[in-house]
């Protein structure tokens, strides 16, 4: 059974950084294609950004890029997201999913890690 | 890119079908059958129904079935139960190489 864990969620400052992982197991995390997604109080679900088995693809959210980066480790079969100039509308609980046959979609997430960006 | 369009709240009877849509264009839904739906419950972890259109997971009821049709994907789900009542979301690949979310359904069983 696939299961992921996020870590590194909490409480930061307006324009300061924060670094997400997402450990999996049950699962050979390397042939599969890793995503976050995230959800702000009260709102529907926002993709954030994916990659590509050992790092060759990134993709990012019109909203993110230039300020996320989204990496792997397939030998610790964990994944991360390097926040940084964080701003209250990254205010979200933050999803990682793992893609099955199709790497659009999102056939595993984890229970979601908090982030909230507050002075 | 915009949020994909789905109706914010549908409503049915027990043992009613109802159909959720999910409206891009040809940048997203039309051009790629590439479309998912999850499920998620309040407090839960969203849950993959539908990808690639209209595969089902293991483990998932026939009673979730998604189709397309040009630039607007359905999700219907027949035989309606009290524990289908959540929220609904589709999710599309689009030509900019980035995925896509619907703006979400909620569903209600009367």
């Known amino acids: 059974q696939v299961q992921l864990l996020e870590s590194g969620g909490g409480v930061v400052l307006p324009g300061r950084s924060l670094r997400l992982s997402c450990a999996a197991s049950?699962?050979?995390?390397?042939?599969?294609?890793t995503h976050w997604v995230r959800q702000a109080p009260g709102k529907g679900l926002e993709w954030v950004a994916s990659?590509?088995?050992?790092?060759?693809?990134?993709f990012y959210a019109a909203s993110v890029k230039g300020r996320f980066s989204i990496s792997r480790d397939d030998f610790a079969s964990t994944m991360y997201l390097q926040m940084s100039s964080l701003t209250a509308n990254d205010t979200a609980l933050y999803y990682c999913?793992?893609?099955?046959?199709?790497?659009?979609?999102?056939?595993?997430w984890g229970q979601g890690a908090l982030v909230t960006v507050s002075s | 890119q915009s949020a994909l369009t789905q109706p914010a709240s549908v409503s049915g009877s027990p043992g009613q079908s109802l159909t959720i849509s999910c409206t891009g264009t040809?940048?997203?839904?039309?051009?790629?059958?590439?479309v998912s739906w999850y499920q998620q419950h309040p407090g839960k972890a969203p849950k993959l129904l539908i990808s690639?259109?209209?595969n089902r997971p293991s483990g998932i009821s026939n009673r979730f079935s998604g189709s397309k049709s040009d630039n607007t994907a359905s999700l219907t789900i027949s035989g309606l139960q009290a524990e289908d009542e959540a929220d609904y979301y589709c999710?599309?690949?689009?030509?900019?190489?980035?995925?896509?979310f619907g703006t979400g359904t909620r569903v209600t069983v009367l």
């Open positions: 999913a793992i893609s099955g046959s199709f790497w659009t979609s999102f056939d595993s």
């Open positions: 049950g699962i050979t995390f390397r042939t599969h294609v």
């Open positions: 990659i590509w088995y050992e790092g060759s693809n990134k």
């Open positions: 040809s940048s997203d839904v039309g051009g790629y059958d590439d």
């Open positions: 690639g259109v209209f």
């Open positions: 999710s599309s690949c689009t030509s900019s190489n980035t995925l896509v």
